[in-house]
């Protein structure tokens, strides 16, 4: 099994449902989904969803990732913190487009109480459906990637 059709899914408890409408969603176009929990609607501690989603893609385990919290902004800012993610977090699907096509983004974070469950299943289409543009915007990628020392 290679990375090329692995995609990591984790969210807080705050986003539970909507992540479990996205796993099979995307199932349903032919990705393998790594879905990472949680399963229980006990509070959890969204930075390490996060950074447990992150670590899958960073190393080579999964393509891409979609993370959920209740905004989408606390688990999107614990995935970028390592290294080689860069993870957006979009309310629209013109962003999740243009996070990939721009910035090659390899993960999306998503509001559980931001946006409603068939918004959020349009934003993961355009993020998936967007190929990074190269050009220009692999020299930008490079600059943010240096910024990680």
Known sequence: MT????IVLSSDHAAIQLRQAIAAHVTAQGWLVVDIGPTTPESTHYPQHGE?????????DCRLGIILCGTGQGIMMAANKIKGIRCGVCADTFSARMIRQHNDANMLSIGARVVGEGLALDIVDAFLSARFEGGRH????????????
């Open 3 to 6: 990375a090329s059709n692995r």
């Open 52 to 60: 447990a989603a992150a670590q899958r893609v960073a190393s080579g």
């Open 138 to 149: 692999a020299t930008r990628v490079e600059m943010i990637g240096a910024l990680e020392g």
